[in-house]
């Protein structure tokens, strides 16, 4: 089974551009999150969708950060403008209802972004 | 709000020695809890979950761990390391009402020969 895709897996952007980070939840689940890992701050959760709608956007860092999932199967994070302080590594992960799979979260291979 | 702590940042662990990462998590019910490996460059990679039931579970790879609800812990064993191993290695718990995890800072394992 093809487990959460993401893209693309490392970009390197200038300071300004526009970012945007996609994924492909595994097929089935429902729930859709986004993290991101730096050294600093470790794991933290952004974002957090339940059957595509957004349940818990807390950890969205500011405005600059916006995430949306049109359909069950897609689901994209963007940055506009972009900044240094915003290089880190961003995970999808997904899961599905607990009577499916339990409450097990299942995750990306991961973007690499550097903003320069 | 739920908490995980992983006290070591770094452990070095000799090939063919065994192997305990340590786990604390700070939440009032029973918690969700799970270890996830990330080898370098990688994503993370689940080893093995507890939800109920046994307090030792057995995950991939070889490993399991035991949940101490007196201690609060649910640290991560192996009884002899492989230089595979090498990775790092994040604590996590998932409180059942807002079903998401929050991680611990991770601990580092390095592998000598």
Same mark, same amino acid.
């Given at each position: 089974?093809?487990?959460?895709? $993401?893209?693309?897996? %490392?970009?390197?952007?200038?300071?300004? $551009?526009?970012?945007?980070?996609?994924? #492909?939840?595994?097929?089935? %689940?429902?729930?859709?999150?986004?993290?991101? $890992?730096?050294?600093?701050?470790?794991?933290?959760?952004?974002?957090?969708?339940?059957?595509?709608?957004?349940?818990?956007?807390?950890?969205?860092?500011?405005?600059?950060?916006?995430? #949306?999932?049109?359909?069950?199967?897609?689901?994209?994070? #963007? !940055? $506009?403008?972009?900044?240094?302080?915003?290089?880190?590594?961003?995970?999808?992960?997904?899961?599905?209802?607990?009577? !499916?799979?339990?409450?097990? !979260?299942?995750?990306?291979?991961?973007?690499?972004?550097?903003?320069? | 709000?739920?908490?995980?702590?992983?006290?070591?940042?770094?452990?070095?662990?000799?090939?063919?020695?065994?192997?305990?990462?340590? @786990?604390?998590?700070?939440?009032?019910?029973?918690?969700?809890?799970?270890?996830?490996?990330?080898?370098?460059?990688?994503?993370?990679?689940?080893?093995?979950?507890?939800?109920?039931?046994?307090?030792?579970?057995?995950?991939?790879?070889?490993?399991?761990?035991?949940?101490?609800?007196?201690?609060?812990?649910?640290?991560?064993?192996?009884?002899?390391?492989?230089?595979?191993?090498?990775?790092?290695?994040? @604590?996590?718990?998932?409180?059942?009402?807002?079903?998401?995890?929050?991680? &611990?800072? &991770?601990?580092?394992?390095?592998?000598?020969?």
């Amino acid at each position: 089974d093809a487990g959460v895709i $993401q893209s693309p897996r %490392h970009e390197v952007t200038e300071m300004g $551009q526009e970012v945007t980070l996609r994924c #492909k939840p595994i097929s089935g %689940h429902n729930s859709l999150f986004w993290y991101r $890992q730096t050294m600093m701050r470790g794991l933290e959760l952004l974002i957090y969708f339940n059957n595509n709608v957004p349940i818990d956007d807390s950890g969205m860092p500011e405005d600059r950060f916006s995430a #949306k999932m049109p359909n069950a199967s897609f689901s994209t994070l #963007k !940055i $506009q403008p972009s900044e240094p302080r915003d290089s880190a590594v961003y995970f999808c992960a997904s899961r599905g209802d607990g009577r !499916i799979s339990g409450n097990t !979260i299942y995750f990306g291979e991961g973007s690499w972004l550097t903003v320069v | 709000a739920q908490s995980v702590t992983q006290p070591d940042i770094h452990i070095t662990v000799s090939e063919g020695a065994s192997l305990e990462l340590r @786990c604390n998590y700070s939440y009032g019910a029973t918690p969700y809890l799970f270890w996830y490996v990330q080898s370098p460059g990688q994503g993370l990679q689940l080893l093995l979950k507890y939800f109920s039931g046994d307090t030792l579970v057995q995950g991939i790879k070889g490993f399991e761990a035991e949940f101490k609800r007196s201690q609060s812990s649910f640290n991560l064993r192996k009884p002899s390391v492989h230089w595979s191993d090498a990775a790092e290695y994040f @604590c996590a718990v998932m409180n059942t009402g807002f079903q998401k995890l929050v991680f &611990g800072t &991770g601990t580092r394992l390095l592998v000598s020969p």
